[in-house]
């Protein structure tokens, strides 16, 4: 592993977070218009990580909203991050396959529902033990892991990757280089 593929990796994972965020906000609204709930009730429950229970009812709409998008997405980008950790330790192999990382990313996806649902939520958030667990499992490993492991894959296939006695032999080469 390369320093130059953690670091690509930290980078990627807050960008893929974000968009992996994205997937899992949109589903979540969608979610809760199905459930028969008001679609803005997961931005609430995005903002109650913040405010507590009052970001469900008490809090401003618009209050809930903003605070709801930005605990959300800071939530999602730092999951992406710890994800490309991750990413970066795994094999070039699995790094660039598709199916691989689809595979992983929804087991990434489940671990964080199970995190948040049987260890975080119980202790810190104790008002959102109503959610309904199936969904929200399919939710975190369908519209987050998995968005996150195929953006993971795409990525990983566009970098052309030097073996490494074809960087030593080259690295003399681009030194001596005129510029």
Known sequence: MRMADVSRSIKEGV????????IFA???????????????????????VLLGPAALETTPAATAVVLGLIAHFY???MLGLVYGVYNSALTMRTRRSLGRQAVVGSLYGA?????NFYVLVPIQFPWLLAMPK?????????CYGLPLG????????????????????????????PR
Do not use: C
């Open 26 to 48: 949109i589903a979540q609204l969608t979610a809760n218009a199905i459930g028969g709930d008001p679609a803005i009730l997961a931005l609430r429950k995005f903002a109650s």
């Open 150 to 177: 195929l953006l993971y894959a795409t990525a990983e296939r566009r970098v052309v990757d030097v073996p490494r006695h074809e960087r030593q032999r080259l690295v003399p080469r681009l030194r001596s280089a």
């Open 134 to 142: 199936l969904s929200q499992l399919i939710i975190h490993a369908a």
């Open 111 to 115: 671990m964080v529902w199970l995190v």
């Open 15 to 22: 960008g893929f977070g974000l968009i992996a965020g994205a």
């Open 75 to 77: 939530v999602s980008a």
